[in-house]
């Protein structure tokens, strides 16, 4: 059955502002639409995974999506609600940072299925070859000054002040539209809800270049809801920044985190906005949550499915079996099943001490293992790891020191080579070479 793409946005929760007629357009007959994404850096955050999804299900219901790179538009800076004016990026950075973005979309959307295929497109490709004179003769006659000025992104930057250059991005966002119309046929601009100020001064320029038809619109535009947690403040942050897409940025593990600690009410939400799960099975999930809170039902499967489509399978799995060895009920058994080539993902981020296998095989026992043998990197001193196995805090690959004086025999290497060491809920691993 075909998906209605409007009504599909609409029990989900992510249809903001939509111009009338958009969806007699995508009921009509297949349609082309596009979300611009801004590369000033090399790589997209969660908080442009709500507009990536607007593309996934505008695909999915039929349409053709488009993914604009803004190489032109990135040496400017989008002034939409921004405070102050953003640092210009060299052309060689840009060009780098597209690069790293196509990677990205590239996985998921479909490239290659007929006539609805994806494609990417990068705005530097036609702005390079057009002239100063020549854009103010092709765009800039075309819209009043008191037009621009009207749209909130820029009221608001007028109070502190905004650059000509700024002040001409939706200018340059709207020709964009056009030229899409123009060349790829392209009736469609999508994004979040802070960019309808820019999305209209398309469909304005298009109207004014190319006029209509009476009753009928050649180009529409849509906005998505910002995503804001329940108490208000901005969702995508955590407390190191941004949680990026790339694993070389947020590590599939961080990633996997940031999603399972989600609080019960915000899962709702982002269940309906970053998971392609049909209405019945989230609402069974709700359900099945609302029974028993504890086993936290809703994070989990929205960690497994947005871990699962970023990264992979094999990176969700590595999140999970990480957790509850870091934080869970893991047991020696479950650190037995983790490959050799595992322990450097699961142990990212755990403060790690290299030994030599002479001093491990040399080694008397416990307490001299946890302070001299490891440099005073694990306990600082004998009496501090002796008290402590004495409070029953200390653990050797998840079974309990009982005694200071345990040889190192009573305990496996893991892989031959590791040793996990438990200080009460913090972690530390051994590894032997």
Not at 213 to 219: Q, V
Not at 226 to 248: M, Q, R, Y
Not at 249 to 278: G, K, M, S
Request: hydrophobic share 40%; charged share 25%.
């Amino acid at each position: 059955m075909k998906i209605n793409f409007i009504e599909e946005l609409r029990w989900r929760g992510m249809l903001h502002d939509v111009m009338p007629g958009t969806e007699e357009q995508l009921n009509r007959e297949m349609t082309a639409g596009y979300i611009g994404f801004d590369p000033t850096a090399s790589s997209l955050h969660i908080g442009n995974l709500a507009t990536i999804m607007l593309l996934v299900h505008f695909q999915r219901a039929g349409h053709k999506p488009f993914a604009l790179v803004g190489g032109a538009t990135g040496m400017i800076g989008d002034p939409s609600f921004k405070a102050a004016e953003r640092s210009f990026l060299s052309e060689e950075t840009l060009l780098y940072n597209q690069e790293g973005i196509r990677k990205q979309l590239e996985s998921f959307l479909d490239f290659d299925c007929g006539a609805h295929s994806a494609e990417l497109v990068n705005n530097y490709d036609w702005f390079k070859g057009i002239g100063f004179l020549q854009f103010l003769r092709d765009a800039g006659k075309y819209l009043s000054v008191n037009y621009m000025m009207a749209k909130d992104s820029v009221k608001k930057r007028l109070e502190t002040g905004i650059s000509f250059t700024e002040f001409s991005y939706q200018l340059l966002q709207g020709y964009d539209f056009y030229w899409l119309y123009k060349n790829k046929g392209v009736r469609l601009q999508m994004g979040g809800s802070d960019q309808w100020g820019n999305i209209t001064t398309g469909t304005e320029l298009i109207r004014r270049k190319e006029g209509d038809e009476e009753g009928f619109f050649k180009a529409f535009a849509l906005t998505t809801p910002l995503i804001t947690k329940s108490d208000g403040t901005k969702f995508g942050k955590s407390e190191g920044g941004n949680v990026w897409l790339d694993p070389a940025f947020t590590t599939p593990y961080e990633f996997y985190q940031f999603w399972i600690n989600q609080a019960d009410l915000d899962c709702h939400r982002l269940l309906r906005v970053f998971t392609l799960l049909p209405k019945e099975a989230i609402e069974a999930l709700e359900s099945q949550h609302a029974e028993a809170p504890h086993l936290r039902i809703m994070q989990k499967a929205l960690a497994e499915e947005v871990t699962t489509r970023v990264h992979s399978a094999r990176d969700y799995q590595l999140a999970v079996k990480a957790s509850e060895v870091l934080f869970g009920k893991a047991t020696l058994d479950t650190l037995r099943t983790i490959a050799a080539d595992e322990f450097e993902t699961i142990f990212d981020g755990v403060p790690q001490t290299e030994i030599s296998r002479a001093d491990w095989d040399s080694c008397p026992n416990v307490t001299e293992l946890l302070a001299t043998t490891t440099r005073g990197e694990v306990y600082a001193s004998k009496g501090e790891a002796r008290r402590a196995i004495q409070q029953h805090a200390v653990s050797i690959n998840k079974v309990k020191v009982t005694g200071s004086e345990q040889a190192l025999a009573e305990f496996d290497l893991l892989q031959d080579r590791f040793v996990l060491i438990s200080k009460g809920k913090k972690n530390h691993l051994l590894k032997i070479n």
